[in-house]
T-cell receptor
Framework: DVKVTQSSRYLVKRTGEKVFLECVQDMDHENMFWYRQDPGLGLRLIYFSYDVKMKEKGDIPEGYSVSREKKERFSLILESASTNQTSMYLC??????????FGPGTRLTVL | RKEVEQDPGPFNVPEGATVAFNCTYSNSASQSFFWYRQDCRKEPKLLMSVYSSGNEDGRFTAQLNRASQYISLLIRDSKLSDSATYLCVVNPNAGNNRKLIWGLGTSLAVNP
């Protein structure tokens, strides 16, 4: 059974903290994605990676960075968390033109 | 015009009803199309890919109209468990699935 896991389901951080969100997939997929989902705005792509150490900006990369040191792991980093980064963060992976598989999401609250 | 537009609903239907959702897209060169389902506070999951000839999976039928640039999802004999948000997704790129365009979703509530 395919699986994408995320390090936390719920996370509460303070403004200015550095935040790491981890995502791991066990399907040997080359493509991995980070989205955020907000009411009324839908899913918005932050960054994606199509290979180890490769990354491309999505539609809203400002305030975020990513790291992909191993094929199965894709990390999202908030260098200095702000309240407007309170959101649901979803990681996904895919191979080629096949469906995107999502992790369960991390609900991040920045106080 | 938004790249992918959906009626947000909510659609409230009784069990057993037939309900249809439409989704319009702006990029006429878009290559592939999908419907995802998202339950409340859960992640999206693929419901169906949409093929040019249309496709059916049990009670669900998806159709593509390239000339008018819309895709549709028909649900027959609605079940309570069909209550969810249905996301229309468009891939504008040939050859990869890297940057999909996601609609905001249509909310469906099936009532007893």
């Amino acid at each position: 059974d395919v699986k994408v896991t995320q390090s936390s389901r719920y996370l509460v951080k303070r403004t200015g903290e550095k935040v790491f969100l981890e995502c791991v997939q066990d399907m040997d997929h080359e493509n991995m994605f980070w989205y955020r989902q907000d009411p009324g705005l839908g899913l918005r792509l932050i960054y994606f990676s199509y290979d180890v150490k490769m990354k491309e900006k999505g539609d809203i990369p400002e305030g975020y960075s990513v790291s992909r040191e191993k094929k199965e792991r894709f990390s999202l980093i908030l260098e200095s968390a702000s309240t407007n980064q309170t959101s649901m963060y979803l990681c996904a992976s895919t191979r080629g033109l096949n469906e995107q598989f999502f992790g369960p999401g991390t609900r991040l609250t920045v106080l | 015009r938004k790249e992918v537009e959906q009626d947000p609903g909510p659609f409230n239907v009784p069990e057993g009803a037939t309900v249809a959702f439409n989704c319009t897209y702006s990029n006429s060169a878009s290559q592939s199309f999908f419907w995802y389902r998202q339950d409340c506070r859960k992640e999206p999951k693929l419901l169906m890919s949409v093929y040019s000839s249309g496709n059916e999976d049990g009670r669900f039928t998806a159709q593509l109209n390239r000339a008018s640039q819309y895709i549709s999802l028909l649900i027959r004999d609605s079940k309570l468990s069909d209550s969810a948000t249905y996301l229309c997704v468009v891939n504008p790129n040939a050859g990869n699935n890297r940057k999909l365009i996601w609609g905001l979703g249509t909310s469906l509530a099936v009532n007893p």
